[in-house]
């Protein structure tokens, strides 16, 4: 019974400081590490049923009891370069060459003594998972690291994977986005995200690691994955 009442505890809902963070990211749009604070703060027992959908998958089934760790391979680099132009692995390695980012610098801006408490196993190797395929998630579905992307992405994702942080996320920038973004149809796109997680297949069930050496294009007729139509349009006529 103590264990019960202290998971509760520790998924209630904190909107106070859910707030203070969202503050502070508006200040900063690139403090990354407020982002997982909102998350944190807002996230409930959205990995507990995440996981759950997991049990229900055969290939989910199959990635829980190996809890494979797609982060050392994401982070190398070299085997990344020696993979063929064209394939998954290697647009990835564009995008973190480009951006001057990587998938440690996610691990970093996520850090928290409070991460991980209260949750299971299972739901610490699927959190851990859902925030190192972050950018993966940029190449497979199109979408790029400018702000309208990167709030697509959010869309696409919380619509895969229901996380009421990043719905909070999604529905404050696009209340702001009107302002930041003039005659672009924000909700258009932000909904096209939507549409395309639910015509693909659920990405947290794919053993992605396996993906990185195929060709992108294949990758994503496989993943039943639609090209974001209206969010290229809109960047094009933005250039």
Known sequence: MQAVISRAFENRIRPV???????RLIANPDATEEVFRIIQA???????????RLREHAMGRILLE???????VLCNRSWLRD???????????ALMEQQNISAEGLVAASASDARHAGLTEDEQWLADRLRDIHDLQHVLTGYGPDPLGELCLLSFMTTQTYNRGISFIVFM?????????????????????????????????????????????????????????RY????????
Do not use: H
């Open 17 to 23: 400081q859910a707030l203070v963070s969202v503050r």
């Open 42 to 52: 807002l996230k409930g027992n959205s990995l507990t049923q995440a996981v759950q």
């Open 66 to 72: 190996s809890k494979p760790r797609i982060l050392p």
């Open 83 to 93: 993979l063929p132009e064209g394939t998954v692995g290697r647009a990835y390695l």
């Open 173 to 229: 920038a696009c209340r702001s986005a009107r302002n930041r973004f003039p005659g672009v149809e924000v909700g258009a796109c932000v909904e096209e995200g939507a549409a395309l997680a639910r015509a693909s297949l659920w990405l947290p069930a794919q053993r992605l690691e396996d993906l990185l050496a195929e060709p992108l294009i294949d990758v994503r007729v496989r993943l039943g994955m639609p090209q974001p139509l």
């Open 232 to 239: 290229l349009a809109t960047v094009a006529a933005q250039a």
